[in-house]
């Protein structure tokens, strides 16, 4: 995206949002309002892309605005039959690192943003997700469908959850597990009202832009005639 396109103009949303019924912007309004960076989710060399997807999808549901992919075997393309557009709606950063640690890639750029971060595993020394407090920024790192999270992920992590379990089987599937995993943060996390939880009014901007773009059908033609219109003015 160009720097053109990052910066927020007021006039260009206005005039994009004419296309746009009432009801698309309160739902947009409704979902900016609770949307956050304060949970985020990491995935770890997904094998079946549709589980993958399954997972942007329940972080979309909710209110999780990124998603990280690290890449090392598998390369992750999203499936829009599972995601069902909530692909649209999210920011997904990938990490593949030809020749270099694309675990130490997503984790620097996470930690740089403030995360700790938890790798999700049956471990005996990891805790429960009962005893997982969302006081501070939290990055949830689930593994693929065979080994789970990687023995490297685990020894950078700042530590490992699980969820406690009754039966024989001691994993989920993983959007499952991920659903789980969120539901109880937010709901936790909803209770202790927790300062600067949801997006600053310069992120939503810059969300609402986006998302306007994503549903007024050819936007990039519309925009080249708002800034034509716009020199016209001057």
Known sequence: MSEEQNTFDPGLLDYLGQYITKHKKAVIERVLAKRTRHFTVVLEDIFKPHNASAVIRTCDCFGLQDIHVIEKTDQYKVNPFVTRGASQWVDLHKYYQVGGNSVDACFYSLRKKGYKIYGTSPSADSISLYDLRP????????????????????????????????????????????????????????????????????????????????????????????????????
């Open 135 to 234: 006081d501070h920024k939290l990055a949830l790192v689930f593994g693929n469908e065979h080994e789970g999270i990687s023995e490297e992920v685990k020894s950078k992590s700042d530590g490992l959850v699980h969820v406690p379990m009754q039966g024989f089987t001691d994993s989920f599937n993983i959007s499952v597990a991920a659903s789980i995993f969120l539901f109880d943060l937010v709901r936790k996390a909803e209770k202790l009202d927790i300062e600067n939880f949801h997006l600053s009014d310069p992120e939503k901007n810059e969300l609402r832009m986006k998302w306007y773009r994503a549903i007024v059908k050819n936007s990039d033609i519309h925009e080249k005639v708002y800034r034509k219109n716009f020199e016209n003015k001057i």
